[in-house]
């Protein structure tokens, strides 16, 4: 009988503590996903994002056409986006940041010397140079995967003394290789190559020409350019969800998992080297053509920085990294280096421009390193 009136009784503490329950999983829980999403994101990237847009809503203020700053923003992208796509395939497969993308860049400047050398122009000639350096890229990254695989857990220390050698030691190359195209050598001696070579008259501005937008004086879309980093941004999608990809991917989360699953880590590591080293070699002639000159002996040393600042900046982490986080970080960087000169400029009657991209590049690589995430290998 009793037991019937406590059933039939209505349960308020119950429904009370229901709702205090339901009031707590619904409020709080909406500042801690900000907090999470700030603890995942990182303060200097949001640090970072907030100040270029405070420079695009600054810009008109000071006398900056903003049109200017925006084509010049998808100039810049366009020139350096493929540069920062070679990161992704060493990040997925574990093998770090690629400090030595001068590897890669080496093989694009062979590339497009000897294209220069054989007389092609146009279109033939940028196509030329991707071909005549891929098998320098293929050789390259296959001799530098080696040498990182026999460094396991030091790839990014190593890298980066790689590129610096074959950077110093192709300065030396340089000057003894038989070249004799007059655009490319020394006037007063008939040889070795000048430090800055022209692509007038052979492909400069190739990809930036074809089909751009152009709205007035000020603003110009390099469409082409854009067209061909989507390529070869869908090329990498189709690589990473291939069955090579994907087993590169499971080698960069877990090397035991994957070996365990028959899949060979020294292979797949190579892989990712080889790969990254021919996206670098196309990605700086990407560059030459929107820059306009080829760029020799110690030029190539410190260009793998941006790259690394730029893809770290986009999300990335020193083991996972994305086609997103290139696109985002790229933006971002680039929104920076245009930015901060025409706009801090106008304010501070200074040149900071130099001094911040140091800081931001640097800054961003050390920031990814402390949160570095340890993989077993």
Do not use: H
């Amino acid at each position: 009988m009793n037991s019937d009136i406590d059933e039939k009784r209505p349960q308020t503490g119950s429904v009370s503590q229901q709702s205090s329950v339901s009031q707590t999983s619904s409020g709080p829980r909406f500042p801690e996903n900000i907090r999470g999403f700030v603890t995942d994101f990182g303060w200097p990237r949001i640090i970072i994002f907030f100040f270029v847009v405070v420079l695009f809503i600054a810009a008109p203020f000071v006398g900056v056409r903003v049109s200017a700053s925006l084509s010049d923003v998808f100039v810049r992208f366009g020139q350096n986006a493929v540069m920062v796509l070679a990161m992704v395939p060493m990040m997925q497969a574990g093998a770090g940041l690629n400090f030595g993308l001068p590897v890669g860049i080496i093989a694009g400047l062979i590339g497009s010397t000897l294209a220069m050398q054989l007389g092609l122009t146009g279109a033939a000639g940028f196509i030329g140079a991707i071909a005549l350096s891929t098998p320098f890229s293929l050789l390259f990254g296959w001799l530098y995967g080696k040498l990182l695989n026999k460094v396991k857990g030091e790839e990014m220390t190593i890298a980066m003394y790689v590129g610096f050698s074959i950077v110093t030691f192709m300065a030396i190359l340089w000057i003894v290789l038989p070249y004799s195209n007059p655009t490319m050598v020394w006037g007063y001696s008939g040889s070795g190559l000048r430090t800055t070579i022209t692509l007038d008259g052979y492909w400069s501005k190739i990809l930036n020409d074809f089909l751009a937008i152009r709205i007035g004086n000020s603003f110009m879309f390099p469409t082409g350019a854009i067209l061909f980093f989507a390529l070869m941004a869908f090329l990498m999608w189709l690589f990473m969800r291939s069955r090579t990809g994907t087993a590169l991917t499971a080698v960069g989360s877990n090397p035991d998992f994957a070996r365990s699953g028959g899949v060979s880590v020294d292979r797949m590591r190579i892989t990712s080297v080889v790969m990254s080293t021919v996206y670098g070699a196309v990605g700086i002639l990407v560059y030459q053509q929107s820059f306009g000159f080829i760029q020799l002996y110690n030029a190539p040393l410190y260009m793998a920085f941006p790259a690394v600042a730029a893809v770290l900046l986009g999300g990335a982490s020193v083991n996972k990294a994305g086609i997103l986080n290139v696109i985002v970080g790229t933006f971002l960087f680039q929104s920076i280096l245009t930015m901060t000169p025409s706009v801090i400029n106008s304010v501070m009657q200074t040149d900071m421009s130099e001094v911040i991209r140091i800081l931001i590049s640097n800054g961003m690589i050390i920031y990814a390193l402390t949160r570095r995430t340890k993989v077993t290998k």
